[in-house]
């Protein structure tokens, strides 16, 4: 063999398996559930072949999360299938948030069954020897169902709010913060052409951490978030306080879960959902509400879905890909029932029936409202 020979021979993309440090692992299952979000198929990709190429498995998709698994929508990925998804929004498997293994109302007739006995069958008519779930809080409260049957589930934390349980940080979070502070960005001119005040609602349901780091990184004057109730008048003789020092706008960066000292939150209920309390419009109430307190005109622009579609940013790509392996090294290593988690910097795992029904809420000490505070932002308290 000449030199140029070891040398072709040495550049060669290496997919030679590892021996399963865990030989009862064969075949795996995944699944995206909830939301769609930024980054989920940096995951699937991750997972799919670092399983492969790592270890020689077998690698399933089920479609729509856990309806798949019911109905037994369940088929092989090949690399190829997952080649080329690394930046592309959505998930190449489906998702949906309206199956709960234990509790699935199929008829929508408000009377759920316990339908964990079916999937578990799914799983081995599959030959399923692990899942990979991949989701919020609501797929890892999912996940503990089956965990409790005896399925060994490593789940991968997933939402663009941030608010799951056990990790310092979620992919998905950092493209919905970069869609969010864009378009406060961009609403700084017109609120200073037309001299108006100009809320931007943004998602976070329960935990303001988008609004708060959106908030801060465009400068907005007002940031409200759920886990700080604000007070109208307050926020009204800001604006206008504002107003006779010269400003000539004021941009407020609104968390759809904000709501008044004593009041109510702004949102609309569907019985028939398995999420039925759905939120939306505190900017509107606000806008008309300031206006007329203020005498400043004020518009709002809800972004709502906006900040979970598209191409995800590549922090997202990289903690996606970081998560997906890591997801499969924990296999691998015999572990079970674990949840991947990003902790002070480092991937890690964490138990995971210790995330299901939690949510991570923003700490009323945390150092980035102290900072935007001592810079004279407004949080309507």
Known sequence: MTPQDLLVENTQPTTQAKQPMSQSIKRIGVLTGGGDCPGLNAVIRAVTKTAMYRYGLEVYGIEDAYLGLLRNRISPLSADDVSNILTTGGTILGSCNKCNPAAYDANGDGNPQ?????????????????????????????????VEKGINCIGVPKTIDNDIFGTDITFGFDTAVTVATDALDRVHTTAASHHRAMIVEVMGR?????????????????????????DLDVISNYVQERSRKGK????????????????????????????????????????????AMSGIETRCTV????????????????????????????????????????????????????????????PLDHPLIDAARAVGTCFGD
């Open 114 to 146: 316990d339908v964990t006995d079916r999937c578990l069958e799914h799983v081995k008519e599959n030959d399923l020897d692990a899942l990979v779930c991949i989701g919020g809080d609501g797929t890892m409260s999912g996940a503990a169902f089956l």
């Open 206 to 230: 329960n935990a303001g951490w988008i609004a708060l780091h959106a908030g801060v990184a465009s400068g907005a004057d007002v940031i409200l978030l759920p886990e700080i109730d604000y």
């Open 248 to 291: 000539r706008f004021t941009i407020l960066c609104v968390s759809e879960g904000s709501k008044p000292v004593g009041g109510e939150l702004v949102a609309k209920i569907d019985p028939t959902s398995p999420d039925p309390v759905k939120l939306g419009g505190v900017g509107y109430v606000l806008a008309e509400q300031i206006q």
């Open 303 to 362: 972004l709502g879905y906006v900040q979970r579609g598209g191409t995800p940013t590549p922090d997202d790509r990289v903690l996606g890909t970081q998560f997906g392996s890591a997801a499969i090294e924990a296999l691998m290593q015999g572990k079970r029932n674990r949840m991947i988690v990003m902790q002070e910097n480092r991937v890690t795992d964490i138990d995971i029936l210790s995330v299901a029904n939690k949510q991570r809420t923003v």
